[in-house]
Every structure is written in C-alpha cells, then in structure tokens.
T-cell receptor, first 110, second 111 residues
C-alpha cells in the first residue's frame, strides 16, 4: 500500500512564525501536491511538484513556498504565518490518475 | 479558475436505498472525473474514476458522465450506514497534473 506521511496531525503557531509542514511518500512517485481544505471551499491546490527541485504554483500560492530536495519529501513553508492560514493541510502523491493523501495537518495560527 | 460545483447536503437516505450524488463542472476541456470519499476526520480516498460518456459500475457504485451537459454523478446502490461520509467530485483537464475539487456532498445513511 502507498503510504503518505505528514509529520504532524495538529500544529498551533503564532502569527509571524515560520512554519514547516513535512510530507513523505514511500512509492517513488514523481508528482506531489499540497492542498488546503476549508469548510465550504473544498480542496484548493497550493503547489505541486513534478520532480526533484521542480515546482509549480497552484491556485492559491500566496504566502506559501515549497521545497523538494529529495523525491520522497515535499515540504510546505509558511514564511510568516497569518490567521487566515488556519486550515487543514493535505499532502498527496500521484500514481497514474490516482491521488494518495496523507492524514492531514490541522494548523491553527493564533 | 475552473469550477466544480456540488450540493453540500446533507443528503439523507434510508439504509438500502439508492443515494444519488451530483456534480457539475465549468471547464469543457476536462478529461477525467473522479469521486473521492472522505470520512469525518480522515483524508480523501479514491472510489471511482471515469473518462468516457456513459456509466461505469464498480460493485455498488456507478459513476455517470455526460460531457455535453458537463455533469457527473455517483450512484450508491443498497446504501449502508458505513457509506456515510462526504463525497468529493474532482476533475482534471488538459494538464493531467492539476485536479480541481468540489466542496463535497455530505451523505447520511440512516439505519
């Protein structure tokens, strides 16, 4: 079975802090994604990566950056956390047409 | 912004009934269509995908696609309480790597 692991299930951070969300997949998938999920808004794509060091902006990249130094690891960075970034963050990797999601990180920015 | 629209629900059906979940999409160039199930507090998991007009059946689940009407649906036959979840519709277009999700329909199956 494909395993996508997100480092934290819950995080509480202060406004202005730099936040790192980590995601690791164990299936050598090339494509990885970061989504945020908010009630009533569904999943919105923040960034995706199609190879090591390669990335593309999604629909809501503002306030975020990403890093992919190794194929199995895709990190989401909030340079200066703000309260409107309080959300559920979901990482996914892709095999063919199927997305495999991690268990999510509920981030609260106070 | 490509749009994927779903009725948020909740949709309540009695156990054993057919649940019908609907989704419309705005981009006529969309090529592939997906249904994900998300239990409360869990991450989404893929249950069906469909590429061609018509019906695709997998066990109790049937996905239906009508590209002319830009409409995709999911039928769940013999609904069970364990089917109670939020169902997310997703599409992707000419860029195979981009998936657009609806906000989901919450389904309650009452015993």
């Amino acid at each position: 079975d494909v395993k996508v692991t997100q480092s934290s299930r819950y995080l509480v951070k202060r406004t202005g802090e730099k936040v790192f969300l980590e995601c690791v997949q164990d299936m050598d998938h090339e494509n990885m994604f970061w989504y945020r999920q908010d009630p009533g808004l569904g999943l919105r794509l923040i960034y995706f990566s199609y190879d090591v060091k390669m990335k593309e902006k999604g629909d809501i990249p503002e306030g975020y950056s990403v890093s992919r130094e190794k194929k199995e690891r895709f990190s989401l960075i909030l340079e200066s956390a703000s309260t409107n970034q309080t959300s559920m963050y979901l990482c996914a990797s892709q095999r063919n047409e199927k997305l495999f999601f991690g268990s999510g990180t509920q981030l609260s920015v106070l | 912004q490509k749009e994927v629209e779903q009725n948020s629900g909740p949709l309540s059906v009695p156990e054993g009934a057919i649940a019908s979940l609907n989704c419309t999409y705005s981009d006529r160039g969309s090529q592939s269509f997906f249904w994900y199930r998300q239990y409360s507090g869990k991450s989404p998991e893929l249950i069906m995908f469909i590429y061609s007009n018509g019906d695709k059946e997998d066990g109790r689940f049937t996905a239906q696609l009508n590209k002319a009407s830009q409409y995709v649906s999911l039928l769940i036959r013999d609904s069970q309480p364990s089917d109670s979840a939020t169902y997310l519709c997703a599409v992707n277009g000419d860029n195979f790597n981009k998936f657009y999700f609806g906000s989901g329909t919450k389904l309650n199956v009452k015993p």
